[in-house]
C-alpha cells in the first residue's frame, strides 16, 4: 500500500529556514523521479523541485538558489531544505513519486512576521 506522509511545515518569519520530509512505504523512492509541489490559497498546484532516479535535480525558477531537494534511500524519504523563506512561498507542500497516482495530505508552510 502506497503511503506518503509529509512533514515538517510551519510558521516561520521572511528570511527563515524549514526542512520538509517526505516519508514513503509501499514503495521505494529511490526508483522513482520524486516530486515536491506546492498549493497556495485559491492558486493551483504547482511543481517546486523533482529529484530524478540517478539523483539529478531541477526547480522551479521561484525557488531556484533557495530550495534543496534531496532523498536518503537507506530511510527511504525525501527532504525539501528551504532557505532565505519569503511569504510567497506561503502553500501547503505535497511529495510525489511520480510512478504513483497517490497524494499524501500535505504540510502547511507559512512565511510571515
Known amino acids: 500500500q502506497v503511503q506518503l506522509v509529509e512533514s515538517g511545515g510551519g510558521l516561520v518569519q521572511p528570511g527563515g529556514s524549514l526542512r520538509l520530509s517526505c516519508a514513503a512505504s509501499?514503495?521505494?523512492?529511490?526508483?522513482?523521479?520524486m516530486r515536491w509541489y506546492r498549493q497556495g490559497s485559491g492558486k493551483e498546484r504547482e511543481l517546486v523541485a523533482f529529484?530524478?532516479?540517478?539523483?539529478?535535480?531541477g526547480y522551479t525558477e521561484f525557488v531556484k538558489g533557495r530550495f534543496t531537494i534531496s532523498r536518503d534511500n537507506a530511510k527511504n524519504t525525501m527532504y525539501l531544505q528551504m532557505n532565505s523563506l519569503k511569504p510567497e512561498d506561503t502553500a501547503v507542500y505535497y511529495c510525489?513519486?511520480?510512478?504513483?497516482?497517490?497524494w499524501g495530505q500535505g504540510t502547511q508552510v507559512t512565511v510571515s512576521s
Open positions: 529529484i530524478s532516479t540517478g539523483g539529478s535535480t
Open positions: 509501499g514503495f521505494t523512492v529511490g526508483r522513482y523521479q
Open positions: 510525489k513519486s511520480t510512478g504513483h497516482n497517490y
